[in-house]
């Protein structure tokens, strides 16, 4: 069935938000179930990332995703999201994430602020295109240690 509205794409997304965070808490990768946050991604979603960050890439379908989360959990320990603003354009949704990000190379964490376009296709997430404040910032979290 269609998204028809604002408050339906919202719904949507907060759903894939709360199994995210459960799929975050339980472990990541080969410990968490994946079906929780499968559920609310179309079989052919895709994520776009930065291609300077070690995770770059288009990351396709629930395979991808699923590769994508665990390439993610392999960078950062721990995501702390501090302040979420959001807009919605039919389908589409823009999201500012305020957060902190701890690598889990380097113990360094960051404040950062990414912007993500999501669209919702038929109930489901279709594309997702975060955009970094500073990729350098992050990529410098991931792979310089902090100073002691």
Do not use: C, K
Request: charged share 20%; aromatic share 10%.
């Amino acid at each position: 069935m269609p998204t028809s509205g604002h408050d339906d794409v919202l719904t949507v997304l907060d759903a894939f938000f709360a199994a995210e965070a459960d799929y975050i808490r339980a472990g990541w990768p080969g410990v968490a179930d994946f079906g929780g946050m499968a559920a609310h991604l179309a079989p052919d979603v895709v994520i776009h990332q930065a291609p300077s960050l070690p995770y770059g890439g288009a990351w396709r379908g629930h395979d991808g995703f699923e590769r994508f989360m665990a390439a993610m959990s392999e960078a950062w320990r721990s995501l702390e999201f501090l302040d979420r603003r959001q807009w919605v354009d039919g389908d589409t949704v823009v999201i500012s994430n305020h957060g902190r990000l701890t690598a889990r190379a380097t113990g360094r964490s960051i404040e950062t602020t990414v912007l993500q376009r999501i669209t919702v296709r038929d109930g489901l997430i279709a594309e997702l295109w975060p955009f970094y404040w500073d990729t350098a910032a992050v990529s410098d979290a991931l792979t310089r240690p902090g100073r002691g």
